[in-house]
Structures are given as structure tokens and as C-alpha cells.
């Protein structure tokens, strides 16, 4: 058939006010640029450095790989809509029970999953300023106000006296990242205790441990989620497999609490949410003990090296507890980000946080993380400081 006028279906007639205000009021999420873009754009070949989306430099998990190898001939199958396997590994792993798990297409679905449960329009959602923009999209959704309180300063931390004086009786979320994306800060444990005492009835503290892993054992007495929620606190904790194990683009995370919490996440989430090559994966990878080990020290070893030479380049960083840093290139960071992608590095600019002269780096293997040095130390006497 030959379409010669216009039908009257064609999407550009679409009445933007049909669409509801909560969907259109979402600020699209700004990824990492994908390596694939970069070479098209900038017509380059050979290697890439990216260093944006604080992915695992070290690839994924090779005990992961190894059990993907067997998932191939089982795709025509619907995965289990239970997560039954990976669901007793994680509740093994962690020491919970299974009904204190809920999985999801990353854990950026059970942030969603949070709003669509707890949240109805006019209910606040109390988060830092700038933090993973998510927690804003999922309270817009719900037709949900956010209440956003800005971090401290010089140190970019949480100012969790702020969000306790910010609660109300229309509180229902709290979200914190600890650590915290993008800044690497963490909250300690006396932090915590005191945004619970204050926390409203009916109101739900979720921390978010997408970057726990880095943490756990180093940070001495971190406030997990997992201590909060054994005390039967109203706290849910977030997971991800997208970082230490090196499975973002599978797609896999995870929520933990109290089964009366957790079953009612469970409610809105859609049968199939979890695919089957992520399961199988996940549930190998959570025993990986090795490579857990190999990517901390990689990361460890990163972060010392990454700030040993903004020091010796003069650049004030944010100490950082994740696989990323923040660094104030005292320049405008876009046309500092531009520069590097002409030398094939991709990093975040701060600016879509509201920190115009900084650079989230997510810390690679050695040989990564000195092609990034090298190039910002090729680039940075071009650029202008930035004034003031
Ligand atoms: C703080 C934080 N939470 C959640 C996520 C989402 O992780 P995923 O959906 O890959 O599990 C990210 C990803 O960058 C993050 O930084």
C-alpha cells in the first residue's frame, strides 16, 4: 500500500497535552556516551577509554560468563518469574530470607518499583542535591514532590540533619546513596540513626548500596541496610549486579526489607521483569569471590593512583569511597570532556549535577586509567581556567 496523504495517526499531530503532566514533566535521563557513538561522531578507530557509567573495568564475572555459556539453548523458555535459584543464592549470600528479596531489571526498576508502591500524588520524597536522578523521576511519576537538599559544603556530602528538618507528615520516601552516586561520599552510621529517629511514621528509608560492595569491609561501621532492616527498621536496601559483578548490560539488581515491604514491591512488578541470561548469571556471579576480590583491589589501586596525580596536577577531588571520583578541573568541564573525546576518553561532565567544573571518572584497570591521565594532562593547558 502507498501512503500519499498524511494519516490522521501520524505522531507529530499527537496532542502533547493528552500525554499525562507527570509523564511529560520527566527530565529524560542523560546516559554515558556509548564507545560506538563516540567513534561514529568523531570518525575515530582504535581503542576507546570510557570511563562514564562506573561500569566494572574488569569485564563481567568470569564464573557469570561461564554459566551464560549453558543459558543460550534454554532462551525459548520464559525465565522464571520467581528468580527461585538466584533468590536462594542472594538469601544465602546476604543472610536473609527469601521473601526479603525482590529482583528487578536493575535496580534502577525497584527505584521505580518504590514510587509506584509507596507514592501518591502530593506525597515528598526527601533526597540530596545533586544524587542519582532516578529518586526524582520515580517520585515525578507517582505525581510525588521532591524535596531536594543540597549537599554540604566543601565536603558534597549528605546533610542529613537538612533532610530530617525537611520531613513532614507527607513523607514517604527517603533515598540515600551510601555510597553516594555522584559524589563518592558516604553517610555514617550516627547519620543514619538520626534520620530514623526523626523519620516519619509511614515513611520508608531506602539506602541505596548500588556501590555497597566497595564499602562494606573497609568503611568501619557502615551503616548497611541489611543492620537496619535485622533491627526491623523501615529501611529497604538496594543492590545492583551492575557494578561489582560486572553485569550492567544484563540488566540486574535487587531490593531488600521486610517481607511485609517486600511483597508489597512486589505488587506492581510486571511477571517476567527478571531475564533468564541475568539470573543465571547473577546467581553465579554472587559467589564470585575471587573476582569481587580482583575488582576491589583494581579499584583500590585506581583511586590511589587517579588522586596521586590530581595532586600533583593541583586538582581539588572529592575523597571517594565508589568506583568513581569527582575531580574540579578548574575549567569548564565540557570543554574539558570535549578535549578528551577528541583523545578517546569518555568521562561524565558535573554540570548535569549542577557542578560546572567538575568530571565524574569512573577508576579502570592501570593501563585506562593512565590513557586518561595522559590526555587530561595533553588538554588541560589549552583550556582557560574557569574565573572565580
Ligand atoms: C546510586 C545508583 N543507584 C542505582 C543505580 C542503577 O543501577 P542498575 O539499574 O544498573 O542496577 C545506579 C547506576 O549507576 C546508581 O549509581
Given at each position: 500500500m502507498t501512503v500519499t496523504s498524511k494519516p490522521h495517526y501520524a505522531t507529530d499531530t499527537v496532542d502533547r497535552t493528552l500525554v499525562d503532566p507527570r509523564i511529560r514533566a520527566l527530565k529524560p535521563y542523560q546516559p554515558g556516551k556509548p564507545i560506538e557513538e563516540v567513534k561514529r561522531e568523531l570518525g575515530l578507530i582504535?581503542?576507546?577509554?570510557?570511563?562514564?557509567?562506573?561500569?566494572?573495568?574488569?569485564?563481567?564475572?568470569?564464573?557469570?560468563?561461564?554459566?551464560?555459556?549453558?543459558?543460550?539453548?534454554?532462551?525459548?523458555?520464559?525465565?522464571?518469574?520467581?528468580?527461585?535459584?538466584?533468590?536462594?543464592?542472594?538469601?544465602?549470600?546476604?543472610?536473609?530470607?527469601?521473601?526479603?528479596?525482590?529482583?528487578?531489571?536493575?535496580?534502577?526498576?525497584?527505584?521505580?518499583?518504590?514510587?509506584?508502591?509507596?507514592?501518591?500524588?502530593?506525597?515528598?520524597?526527601?533526597?540530596?542535591?545533586?544524587?542519582?536522578?532516578?529518586?526524582?523521576?520515580?517520585?515525578?511519576?507517582?505525581?510525588?514532590?521532591?524535596?531536594?537538599?543540597?549537599?554540604?559544603?566543601?565536603?558534597?556530602?549528605?546533610?542529613?540533619?537538612?533532610?530530617?528538618?525537611?520531613?513532614?507528615?507527607?513523607?514517604?520516601?527517603?533515598?540515600?546513596?551510601?555510597?553516594?552516586?555522584?559524589?563518592?561520599?558516604?553517610?555514617?552510621?550516627?547519620?543514619?540513626?538520626?534520620?530514623?529517629?526523626?523519620?516519619?511514621?509511614?515513611?520508608?528509608?531506602?539506602?541505596?548500596?548500588?556501590?555497597?560492595?566497595?564499602?562494606?569491609?573497609?568503611?568501619?561501621?557502615?551503616?548497611?541496610?541489611?543492620?537496619?532492616?535485622?533491627?526491623?527498621?523501615?529501611?529497604?536496601?538496594?543492590?545492583?549486579?551492575?557494578?561489582?559483578?560486572?553485569?550492567?548490560?544484563l540488566r540486574i539488581g535487587y531490593g531488600v526489607g521486610s517481607p511485609e515491604l517486600i511483597r508489597l514491591l512486589n505488587q506492581p512488578r510486571s511477571p517476567f521483569n527478571v531475564n533468564l541470561s541475568a539470573q543465571v548469571a547473577a546467581t553465579a556471579a554472587v559467589n564470585d569471590d575471587t573476582f569481587v576480590e580482583k575488582t576491589r583491589k583494581t579499584n583500590s589501586d585506581g583511586l590511589r593512583e587517579l588522586t596521586a596525580a590530581f595532586d600533583r596536577l593541583g586538582l581539588p577531588f572529592i575523597p571517594s569511597f565508589a568506583n568513581f571520583i569527582m575531580v574540579d578541573v578548574q575549567r569548564p568541564c565540557r570543554m574539558v570532556y570535549d578535549a578528551l573525546l577528541r583523545q578517546g576518553v569518555i568521562v561524565r561532565t558535573g554540570d548535569i549535577f549542577g557542578l560546572p567544573t567538575h568530571l565524574r571518572v569512573t577508576i579502570g584497570t592501570a593501563a585506562q586509567n593512565a590513557v586518561f591521565l595522559a590526555a587530561l594532562e595533553a588538554v588541560l593547558p589549552a583550556i582557560a581556567p574557569a574565573a572565580g
Amino acid at each position: 500500500m502507498t501512503v500519499t496523504s498524511k494519516p490522521h495517526y501520524a505522531t507529530d499531530t499527537v496532542d502533547r497535552t493528552l500525554v499525562d503532566p507527570r509523564i511529560r514533566a520527566l527530565k529524560p535521563y542523560q546516559p554515558g556516551k556509548p564507545i560506538e557513538e563516540v567513534k561514529r561522531e568523531l570518525g575515530l578507530i582504535g581503542e576507546i577509554v570510557k570511563l562514564a557509567s562506573n561500569e566494572n573495568p574488569l569485564g563481567p564475572s568470569p564464573a557469570a560468563l561461564a554459566a551464560l555459556a549453558e543459558v543460550l539453548p534454554k532462551l525459548a523458555l520464559y525465565p522464571d518469574g520467581g528468580c527461585h535459584d538466584l533468590r536462594a543464592a542472594v538469601a544465602q549470600k546476604v543472610g536473609v530470607t527469601g521473601d526479603q528479596l525482590v529482583f528487578g531489571n536493575g535496580s534502577d526498576e525497584i527505584i521505580h518499583l518504590l514510587g509506584l508502591t509507596f507514592l501518591q500524588p502530593g506525597d515528598e520524597v526527601v533526597i540530596g542535591h545533586p544524587t542519582f536522578v532516578l529518586y526524582e523521576s520515580a517520585a515525578t511519576l507517582a505525581g510525588a514532590v521532591t524535596i531536594k537538599i543540597p549537599l554540604t559544603r566543601p565536603g558534597f556530602a549528605h546533610d542529613t540533619e537538612a533532610m530530617a528538618n525537611a520531613f513532614t507528615d507527607r513523607t514517604r520516601l527517603v533515598f540515600i546513596a551510601n555510597p553516594h552516586n555522584p559524589t563518592g561520599t558516604v553517610v555514617g552510621r550516627s547519620a543514619v540513626d538520626a534520620l530514623l529517629e526523626r523519620l516519619p511514621s509511614r515513611a520508608v528509608l531506602v539506602l541505596d548500596e548500588a556501590y555497597g560492595e566497595y564499602v562494606y569491609d573497609d568503611v568501619p561501621d557502615f551503616p548497611a541496610a541489611l543492620d537496619y532492616i535485622r533491627a526491623g527498621a523501615p529501611v529497604i536496601g538496594l543492590r545492583t549486579f551492575s557494578k561489582m559483578y560486572g553485569l550492567a548490560g544484563l540488566r540486574i539488581g535487587y531490593g531488600v526489607g521486610s517481607p511485609e515491604l517486600i511483597r508489597l514491591l512486589n505488587q506492581p512488578r510486571s511477571p517476567f521483569n527478571v531475564n533468564l541470561s541475568a539470573q543465571v548469571a547473577a546467581t553465579a556471579a554472587v559467589n564470585d569471590d575471587t573476582f569481587v576480590e580482583k575488582t576491589r583491589k583494581t579499584n583500590s589501586d585506581g583511586l590511589r593512583e587517579l588522586t596521586a596525580a590530581f595532586d600533583r596536577l593541583g586538582l581539588p577531588f572529592i575523597p571517594s569511597f565508589a568506583n568513581f571520583i569527582m575531580v574540579d578541573v578548574q575549567r569548564p568541564c565540557r570543554m574539558v570532556y570535549d578535549a578528551l573525546l577528541r583523545q578517546g576518553v569518555i568521562v561524565r561532565t558535573g554540570d548535569i549535577f549542577g557542578l560546572p567544573t567538575h568530571l565524574r571518572v569512573t577508576i579502570g584497570t592501570a593501563a585506562q586509567n593512565a590513557v586518561f591521565l595522559a590526555a587530561l594532562e595533553a588538554v588541560l593547558p589549552a583550556i582557560a581556567p574557569a574565573a572565580g
